[in-house]
């Protein structure tokens, strides 16, 4: 697991920066447009067949017009949207973007916090990585899992002000599994988070002393 020790050294910067894209990514669309709203298109070109994932020759036969680095770079929006979301109790934000189960597990962290009054901390600094693991497809959906790697600062602090979790100097990798799906054919770009779960253990990097 890589160290984050030297981001560390310049969290006040890197949290203005973390702030000014969370403002620009609230003018873009998660997704790409709706297909109704984009002009055709022609499909998208697949990848040259020695390195074409089968799975994804199998998508491309439900949607001809997928494209990897479109739904990567939505999903990656997605992605920090949601843990900001969670972070500040943003159900709207939440329903919007997450399966009916998955939200109801978001929902239930964010009620018993605001029940014992305690709050979550949470800067996202940016992501180091995001690649697929798997693809599913059927004749009714498709299913694609996505292990983000990113570097966040959180605390969790209680009614009274005291660090109950987490570490506000700590810059952590953290590495999650999600994965999104859509029904077949496509509704416009309904893309959801149908589960999560957490990639290999994210070391906290402690920032050295001055």
């Known amino acids: 697991m890589n160290e984050a020790a030297d981001v ?122 995001a690649s697929i693991t798997d693809i599913e497809s059927t004749a009714d959906a498709i299913e694609i899992t996505v292990l983000f790697r990113a570097l966040i600062v959180s605390a969790e602090r209680s009614a009274t002000g005291d660090i109950i979790g987490g570490n506000p100097a700590a810059v952590t990798l953290s590495a999650d599994l999600w994965t999104f799906s859509r029904p077949v054919p496509a509704i416009g770009n309904a893309w959801i988070v149908v589960a999560t779960d957490e990639g290999e253990t994210a070391d906290a990097a402690e920032p050295p002393n001055q």
């Not at 560390?8 to 203005?16: D, Q, S």
């Not at 990514?25 to 984009?38: C, G, I, Q, V, Y």
């Not at 939200?103 to 901390?121: G, I, M, N, P, S």
């Open 8 to 129: 560390a050294n310049n969290i006040p910067a890197v949290v203005l920066l973390s702030l000014w894209w969370a403002f620009l990514s609230t003018l873009d669309l998660l997704f790409t447009p709706a297909e109704s709203e984009k002009p055709d298109r022609a499909p998208a070109k697949p990848p040259d067949d020695d390195a074409a994932d089968p799975r994804e020759a199998e998508l491309r036969k439900l949607d001809p017009t997928f494209d990897r680095e479109t739904f990567l770079s939505g999903a990656k929006r997605a992605y920090e949207t949601v843990l900001n979301a969670y972070a500040l109790g943003d159900l709207k934000t939440l329903r919007s973007l997450l399966s009916a189960e998955v939200l109801k597990a978001f929902a239930d962290a964010c009620a018993l916090r605001q029940e014992r009054q305690e709050t979550l901390e949470l800067t996202f600094i940016g992501l180091e990585t």
